[in-house]
């Protein structure tokens, strides 16, 4: 990430606030302003490194004065003990900074690695391993280029990317006495060329319906592994094919061998469990 957007510098200032950061009364007390100090994040557990950069701005805000260094890259792959950056400066400037950091950093490793598991699980097939808008408000921007550096790709960032026909828009047009596939050529109709239509499908009634209509993208949604085979048989190549719903570790590689060309899933980014980093001092001898 060379260059944080106005977005996350924005999300940067929110976490700050929410922390008083300049409000600090147990550094601003007992830690003397002239007290120098090197701090290192480094990691605790294996996995893969998200988020330097975001850490490494959080401290230059709070004190512009000190110096910051990437020590690796996002992307990179951490073992226990591993230095991801340096920090140099004035010990209560890192202090103050210390949680919003590695809040940011932890949050994006965990996805990062948590996606490299998926990657790594489907390997050799030809479905890519994709995230949903399921991100923390606020979020989205970090979220998806943790799942990117954890080696997958991203959905839609938002619902302006794509149109995406889920049950609830076609039981509302349902209402109106318009079936699933009347739905995906009303969408081909009226769509910009620049967009891509893609369908959720919960049977394969739907699916054939999907077909028939031309649909360019159909999602298979919580479908059993066997029923997806069958789907995948049945649109014979017509049509991209993305899995989504209740898809595990457990059971990505079964949905990847299905032949399905994406597969979707959620936990990457709305239950990530944080890697864990800590940030250790280190003082020059007196």
Do not use: W
């Not at 605790?44 to 690796?72: I, M, N, Q, S, Y």
């Amino acid at each position: 990430m060379s260059q944080l957007p106005p977005e996350v510098h924005h999300l940067i200032e929110l976490a700050l606030s929410e922390d008083q950061t300049f409000s600090d009364p147990t550094t601003g007390l007992l830690v003397p302003p002239e007290l120098q100090a090197t701090g290192l994040i480094r990691a605790k557990a294996h996995g893969v490194l998200a988020g330097v950069a975001v850490a490494l701005e959080v401290f230059r805000r709070v004190d512009p004065e000190l110096e910051t260094r990437a020590l690796l890259a996002d992307g990179d792959k951490l073992v226990p003990g591993a230095a991801a950056a340096r920090i140099y400066g004035s010990a209560g400037s890192i202090l103050r900074g210390e949680r919003i950091a590695l809040n940011f950093v932890q949050r994006m490793s965990g996805i990062a690695t948590e996606t490299a598991r998926y990657v790594q699980a489907v390997q050799g097939c030809r479905a890519r391993i994709v995230d949903t808008r399921k991100t923390v408000p606020g979020h989205r921007f970090l979220d998806k280029y943790a799942v990117r550096m954890g080696g997958g790709h991203n959905h839609r960032m938002n619902l302006a990317d794509g149109i995406l026909i889920k049950d609830n828009h076609i039981a509302a047009l349902a209402s109106q006495e318009l079936g699933l596939g009347g739905v995906v050529r009303l969408a081909l109709e009226k769509a910009p060329h620049t967009i891509k239509v893609e369908v959720e499908a919960e049977t394969l009634e739907q699916v054939q319906e999907a077909v028939d209509a031309g649909a360019p993208v159909i999602m298979l949604d919580n479908m059993a592994v066997e029923q997806m085979r069958r789907a995948v048989r049945l649109i014979n190549g017509r049509a991209v094919v993305e899995a989504s719903g209740g898809i595990t570790l457990d059971t990505v590689r079964a949905v990847a061998e299905t032949g399905v060309d994406i597969i979707s899933i959620g936990g990457l980014t709305h239950s990530p469990k944080a890697l864990d980093l800590s940030l250790d001092l280190e003082f020059a001898a007196a």
